[in-house]
T-cell receptor
Framework: QKEVEQNSGPLSVPEGAIASLNCTYS??????FFWYRQYSGKSPELIMF????GDKEDGRFTAQLNKASQYVSLLIRDSQPSDSATYLC??????????FGAGTRLFVKA | GAVVSQHPSWVICKSGTSVKIECRSL??????MFWYRQFPKQSLMLMAT?????????EQGVEKDKFLINHASLTLSTLTVTSAHPEDSSFYIC????????????FGPGTRLTVT
């Protein structure tokens, strides 16, 4: 079992819709959870991090964490074509290393 | 805040030569820096972790004599690809942690290396 699993996609949503990206992880000791956005040919950009169970909102983005289910998600409200990118889920178990998922490709149709 | 730069942004070199890539944290002191490699349409692959003033920790399968990492200061880390070969052509990305105890990483813009 991979340590961090994401559906590779592509996830296609119409402009204005809510995009829901999901991630599961295997290490129950994981403490910190991150979402990065990576445009094609560019490096990843940190968009959200969450440490506690529940929801964390930042603008159009909401991160949701459920440690009991070992599940973290990212919701993008009012999706825009400019949101089309690969979204990487990343987990830190408390050591120096962050484990990245393979990413989910999101395509927002205009 | 938390800006990381890389230089060069792209480089083409001949097989057998060495290439040095610089990674700088511009507005913070980075206690830890990371080097990743990413092939087209694949996920990030961590190559090594470096802490200022100490030797880098390489991931399994990464040749430390081929990929030399120097973390000379709290704002600068370098990756040297020695005796480069075409299979080393890839997108190399560094990242940095902004402070002790923080887990979020800030990425540089990446360096695209092509070995001919």
């Amino acid at each position: 079992q991979k340590e961090v699993e994401q559906n590779s996609g592509p996830l296609s949503v119409p402009e204005g819709a809510i995009a829901s990206l999901n991630c599961t992880y295997s290490d129950r000791g994981s403490q910190s959870f991150f979402w990065y956005r990576q445009y094609s040919g560019k490096s990843p950009e940190l968009i959200m991090f969450i440490y506690s169970n529940g929801d964390k909102e930042d603008g159009r983005f909401t991160a949701q964490l459920n440690k009991a289910s070992q599940y973290v998600s990212l919701l993008i409200r009012d999706s825009q074509p400019s949101d089309s990118a690969t979204y990487l889920c990343a987990i830190d178990t408390g050591g120096f290393k962050t484990i990245f998922g393979a990413g989910t490709r999101l395509f927002v149709k205009a | 805040g938390a800006v990381v730069s890389q230089h060069p942004s792209w480089v083409i070199c001949k097989s057998g030569t060495s290439v040095k890539i610089e990674c700088r944290s511009l507005d913070f002191q980075a206690t830890t820096m990371f080097w990743y490699r990413q092939f087209p349409k694949q996920s990030l692959m961590l190559m090594a972790t470096s802490n200022e003033g100490s030797k880098a920790t390489y991931e399994q399968g990464v040749e430390k004599d081929k990929f030399l990492i120097n973390h000379a200061s709290l704002t600068l880390s370098t990756l040297t690809v020695t005796s480069a070969h075409p299979e080393d052509s890839s997108f190399y990305i560094c990242s940095a942690r902004a402070r002790q105890g923080a887990y979020e990483q800030y990425f540089g813009p990446g360096t695209r290396l092509t070995v001919t």
